[in-house]
């Protein structure tokens, strides 16, 4: 079940299906609620993001979930307390605030381009992932290395790039388009009880 954020989700569903999943977009809470795996991506601003999930009756529905639910990009970084971007109050499900990156001049933001995972702690998520994997970023917020981490990524100082957290996981980058390496994070999310 991928959430429906408003976002062009194609490149996405055409991941997952490619692994065999029958994917389905939705924003019905019950239809959520019920699906054995759920994705929720996102692009734009938190607020949005957020707005919209309340709207659809998500927010909380989201909250009470015990099934896998995968977060991907903006979709991770709602799953945490709150952003400064905004600032916005986000699904409150870990205490940690997602800050924006620091520009450099030889560090733009917003961050684009491929940049290598290095892996924290062991995780399902992560199976069969070599080292330093590289993987597709898009995003100008983030949230620094915390408990939740299991794999990080350095722009500037380190973030993190995977989180995990009871039955919540997070990929800051795009597995879609992060070629076989995003494909093996997919498949391993949907092979998660």
Known sequence: MI???????????YALERLGARTQVSQDPTTIATASHVVLPGVGAAADGMERLRRAGLAQVLT?????????????????RNSEEGPTECLGLLPDTVRRLEAAPSRPVPHMGWNQLEGRREDPLLEGLAAREHVYFVHSYALGVSAATVASTGYGAPFSACVQWRNFYGAQ?????????GARLLKNFLALD
């Open 3 to 13: 959430v429906d954020s408003g976002a062009n989700l194609a490149s996405l569903q």
């Open 64 to 80: 009470l979930l015990t099934q896998p639910v995968l977060g991907i990009c903006l979709g991770m970084q709602l799953f945490f």
């Open 173 to 181: 980058f795009h597995p879609e388009r992060s070629a076989a390496v």
